[in-house]
């Protein structure tokens, strides 16, 4: 097959399916699908909108779980959620001590070296686990998806930014920074 015939076909085979994605997608299955992802798109506002971090991290350990149960389908993906949760129940562990000064004092001192702070703020485990998860989700982004989960993912990384911006404020008040050299 010489390469104008390999383009060819390639053409063809992509005709294809992109006609059965739009007859898929006019559907009464799609519908419904889209009526049950407007309900998750809503709650994920919602949640994110909450300002309350522990929350945003509940929720998205739920998602991670459900995926791990119904989608994971190779060992990267397996292995991406498992990493995902085991950062959340990391971070759930901070933001149970991040507002009591004495608990959460040796975190800050663990974290002195300048390359584990940022804005005078300890680059902790959950600073850490909410910039890796939005590098997650920005991947999950760059997939080929529809609209609607599309939309999804955008309300999770909205939800993920405004908890980690909610944990580094908790952070400078506990360590009696002022919000402008935290924020």
Same mark, same amino acid.
């Given at each position: 097959?010489?390469?104008?015939?390999?383009?060819?076909?390639?053409?063809?085979?992509?005709?294809?399916?992109?006609?059965?994605?739009?007859?898929? &997608?006019?559907?009464?299955?799609?519908?419904?699908?889209?009526?049950? $992802?407007?309900?998750?798109?809503?709650?994920?506002?919602?949640?994110?909108? =909450?300002?309350?971090?522990? #929350?945003?991290?509940?929720?998205?350990? &739920?998602?991670?779980?459900?995926?791990? /149960?119904?989608?994971?389908? =190779?060992?990267?993906? /397996?292995?991406?959620?498992?990493?995902?949760?085991?950062?959340?129940?990391?971070?759930?562990?901070?933001?149970?001590?991040?507002?009591?000064?004495?608990?959460?004092?040796?975190?800050?001192?663990?974290?002195?070296?300048?390359?584990?702070?940022?804005?005078?703020?300890?680059?902790?485990?959950?600073? #850490?686990?909410?910039?890796?998860?939005? &590098?997650?989700?920005?991947?999950?982004?760059?997939?080929?998806?529809?609209?609607?989960? !599309? !939309?999804?993912?955008?309300?999770?990384?909205?939800? /993920? $930014?405004?908890?980690?911006?909610?944990?580094?404020?908790?952070?400078?008040?506990?360590?009696?920074?002022?919000?402008?050299?935290?924020?």
């Amino acid at each position: 097959m010489n390469d104008a015939q390999v383009l060819s076909r390639l053409q063809r085979i992509l005709t294809v399916e992109n006609g059965l994605h739009k007859e898929q &997608a006019n559907s009464r299955l799609a519908w419904r699908l889209d009526d049950a $992802s407007g309900d998750f798109l809503g709650y994920l506002k919602e949640v994110g909108e =909450s300002n309350r971090p522990e #929350q945003i991290v509940a929720a998205e350990k &739920a998602i991670l779980e459900n995926e791990l /149960v119904e989608y994971a389908n =190779s060992k990267g993906m /397996v292995s991406s959620l498992n990493a995902a949760l085991a950062e959340l129940t990391a971070t759930e562990k901070l933001l149970a001590i991040v507002d009591d000064p004495v608990k959460y004092r040796p975190v800050d001192q663990s974290h002195s070296l300048p390359r584990n702070r940022e804005k005078g703020l300890p680059l902790d485990e959950a600073r #850490q686990a909410f910039k890796s998860h939005t &590098a997650r989700l920005n991947n999950l982004d760059k997939a080929r998806l529809p609209d609607n989960e !599309k !939309k999804i993912i955008d309300a999770r990384k909205r939800a /993920v $930014s405004n908890a980690a911006r909610l944990y580094a404020l908790r952070q400078a008040k506990t360590l009696g920074l002022a919000p402008a050299e935290s924020a």
